[in-house]
């Protein structure tokens, strides 16, 4: 194992996280391949390319107010990283999830990162969510 790759691949999905938290879009995107593929499966979405995915993360973070992440685990391979963790958040704008504007939300996100040459190429997010009273 190259423990140096794991550590890069780490680092690039911690910067990615960081990045997204401040709703700095332009500086997650520099952390994707060209060829970046984002995909939700449990929305039906594909996004190909840094411009379409960038277009999906200016809908997704102008949906949202109030953003509290907490990691659960974390953990890489040499071309892989996994990351559970949970969200919450409050909708301020139709479209992203299937609820109510102005609902809190909770979401447990598990995404699957692959990476080459130290970006990543393709980020899975498996999203489940719910409402908080």
């Known amino acids: 194992m190259n423990a140096d790759l794991i ?3 780490l680092a690039a999905v911690e910067a990615h996280f ?7 879009v332009e500086a997650a995107l520099e952390l994707y391949t060209d060829d970046i593929v984002w995909e939700a499966p449990a929305r039906g979405l594909v996004f190909r390319g840094k411009q379409e995915v960038a277009d999906n993360y200016r809908r997704l973070f102008s949906s949202i107010e109030g953003v509290e992440l907490r990691n659960l685990q ?4 040499e071309d892989r990283v996994f990351d559970d963790s949970e969200l919450r958040f409050t909708l301020v704008r139709e479209g992203y999830l299937p609820l109510p504007v102005g609902q809190r939300v ?3 996100l598990a995404h699957v990162f692959e990476l080459r040459n130290g970006k990543i190429s393709r980020e899975i997010a498996y999203e489940m969510w719910r409402p908080i009273d």
């Open 18 to 24: 960081h990045s997204e938290l401040a709703n700095e």
């Open 106 to 108: 909770h979401l447990r």
């Open 74 to 77: 974390r953990f890489a391979t």
């Open 7 to 9: 550590a890069a691949n």
